[in-house]
């Protein structure tokens, strides 16, 4: 992996970027639109979007001049799993605990 790219939890770590995953999870997105709608320059906004492109999170497609990024499924898909996988280990654990306490004379 190279150095400058992030993975999905660190870009998700920061709070504008969360926004705009979460606008995108309603619908693609222009910059120019993303920016109208949040405290921060459009450059600042495209800084965003670079990062969550680069950790798999968005992707974009050409519209004439503008760039519209959308959500990228397979990104998301894998960060799921991940959390599945927390899941899971948290209820295994969980399940041991019980099954050692039942045990307990």
């Known amino acids: 992996m190279p150095t400058d790219q992030v993975d999905g939890w660190t870009a998700l770590a920061d709070p504008t970027r969360r926004i705009i995953v979460r606008r995108l999870a309603e619908r693609p997105w222009s910059v120019g639109e993303l920016a109208a709608t949040l405290p921060v320059s459009r450059p600042a906004v495209s800084q965003h979007l670079r990062v969550l492109k680069d950790a798999g999170l968005v992707a974009d497609r050409s519209a004439g001049t503008r760039r519209i990024y ?30 050692e306490e039942e045990s307990i004379p």
């Open 70 to 99: 959308h959500l990228d499924p397979a990104g998301l898909d894998a960060m799921r799993a991940e959390l599945d996988g927390f899941w899971t280990r948290a209820l295994e654990n969980f399940r041991q605990l019980v099954d």
